[in-house]
């Protein structure tokens, strides 16, 4: 069975004070990484999708990239509006048939303080 | 605009009664799912729907139903045998061929 989990569960970062979320995640066979941000009781909105170890994306302060075992959502020189939840989700195994299970982790809570 | 609308954003029940959460996609989606999010716990499949007609149970079914009668809308009703119904829950879609989930604005559900 997929698992994914990501740390630290809550993180607290001053204005322009860098730093990386973690997502790791064991799964049958890499088929790419999900990385969505969540604002307090809104849907999750989605950010990014890796699909092969090596691979970067960014937008705007966010930067993610994949590793075979984890993926890190890196902030650059954060601001208070980049406050919000950031889940990262494993797609399903299309192969698998049946059930297409996508398995979330339960998210890192930063808190950027001007 | 494309996107999935959920209705309404704040629900409240009293102990008991049964409630029922609209999910509805103009996306041309196959597959829609229900999740419950709760604190520290993050996204657990209540139902999924992967065509109309047909519906499977996810991770934490019980005391929940969904009907799939139209693509477009994936209705889930709270029933009162839910022990827990207080939530957020949140609905997405995904075309089949496909693995990115859209997700809807979500709907607050307070029992009393």
């Known amino acids: 069975e997929d698992q994914v989990t990501q740390s630290p569960e809550a993180l607290r970062l001053q204005e322009g004070e860098s730093s990386s979320l973690n997502c790791s995640y064991t799964?049958?066979?890499?088929?790419?990484l999900f990385w969505y941000r969540q604002d307090p009781g809104k849907g999750p909105e989605f950010l990014f999708t890796l699909y092969s170890a090596g691979e970067e994306k960014e937008k705007e302060r966010l930067k993610a990239t994949l590793t075979k075992k984890e993926s890190f959502l890196h902030i650059t020189a954060p601001k208070p509006e980049d406050s919000a939840t950031y889940l990262c989700a494993v797609p399903p195994d299309l192969n698998s048939g049946g059930y297409q299970k996508v398995t979330f982790g339960t998210g890192t809570k930063l808190q950027v303080i001007p | 605009d494309g996107g999935i609308t959920q209705s309404p954003k704040y629900l409240f029940r009293k102990e008991g009664q049964n409630v029922t959460l609209s999910c509805e996609q103009n996306l041309n989606h196959d597959a829609m799912y229900w999740y419950r999010q709760d604190p520290g716990q993050g996204l657990r499949l209540i139902y999924y729907?992967?065509?109309?007609?047909?519906?499977q149970k996810g991770d934490i079914a019980e005391g929940y139903s969904v009907s799939r009668e139209k693509k477009e809308s994936f209705p889930l009703t709270v029933t009162s045998a839910q022990k827990n119904p207080t939530a957020f829950y949140l609905c997405?879609?995904?075309?089949?061929?496909?693995?990115?989930?859209?997700f809807g604005p979500g709907t607050r559900l307070t029992v009393t």
């Open positions: 799964v049958s066979g890499l088929r790419g």
């Open positions: 997405a879609s995904k075309d089949f061929g496909g693995t990115r989930q859209y």
């Open positions: 729907s992967q065509i109309v007609n047909d519906f």
